[in-house]
């Protein structure tokens, strides 16, 4: 059964800052793996997605990387703004049988940027 | 461009009652479909997929049913809501293939009184 682990659960890092976002699975047969973003009672925004035969993802202030064989993906957010807290999710989408690959999500990172 | 429309955002029913949520997603046709429910401090677990008009599968057992009557519509149900249906309940879209990327509803807001 597939497991996602998020560390840490909350971070809180002063405006301007760079920062790591860790996120790691257990089993590595995935096709992909997704980051989302979450602000508080709204839904997902999508991130970043990797599919499994790369290695990152970059987007304006945002790199994702995947390291599929160890089992672990960071986020990295460059030059953190208020803007930027949230709640940080992480899916991997399994290998299935099934047509419809679900995916499984890590429990969040809180994030807390202080102005 | 896709989008995707779920409502209610927010709703208060009391116990015993009915429940009907319903997402619809636009700018795709024959998406694969799913309701997920994320309690507090927990994270997103998911309740049914579809893959097409009439065709869904359950993940969990409970006390929801889901329905998908048109290609781009999904509905999330229940006969009698219980305390324990509370939460936070997520509609989200893929296309059809392994190495697609999923889009997620602003969320519906349930709590049972």
């Known amino acids: 059964k597939q497991e996602v682990t998020q560390i840490p659960a909350a971070l809180s890092v002063p405006e301007g800052e760079n920062l790591v976002l860790n996120c790691s699975f257990t089993d590595s047969a995935i096709y992909n793996l997704q980051w989302f973003r979450q602000d508080p009672g709204k839904g997902l925004t999508s991130l970043l997605l990797?599919?499994?035969?790369?290695r990152e993802q970059t987007s304006g202030r945002l790199n994702a990387s995947l390291d599929k064989s160890s089992g672990r993906s960071t986020l990295y957010i460059a030059a953190s703004q208020p803007g930027d807290s949230a709640t940080y999710l992480c899916?991997?989408?399994?290998?299935?049988?099934?047509?419809?690959?679900?995916?499984?999500f890590g429990s969040g990172t809180q994030l807390t940027v202080l102005p | 461009s896709q989008t995707i429309h779920q409502w209610p955002a927010t709703l208060v029913q009391p116990v015993g009652s009915p429940l009907s949520l319903e997402c619809t997603v636009e700018?795709?046709?024959?998406?694969?479909l799913y309701w997920y429910r994320q309690a507090a401090g927990r994270g997103l677990q998911l309740l049914f997929y579809s893959v097409g008009i009439g065709q869904i599968s359950s993940e969990v057992p409970q006390n929801l049913s889901a329905s998908r009557p048109q290609d781009r519509q999904f509905i999330l149900s229940s006969k009698k809501l219980l305390l324990s249906d509370s939460g936070f309940y997520l509609c989200?879209?893929?296309?059809?293939?392994?190495?697609?990327?999923?889009?997620f509803g602003q969320g519906t807001r349930l709590t049972v009184v």
């Open positions: 990797i599919q499994s035969s790369q």
């Open positions: 899916a991997v989408r399994k290998f299935s049988s099934g047509s419809a690959r679900q995916l499984t």
């Open positions: 989200a879209w893929s296309t059809r293939g392994a190495y697609t990327e999923a889009f």
């Open positions: 700018g795709t046709s024959n998406p694969n």
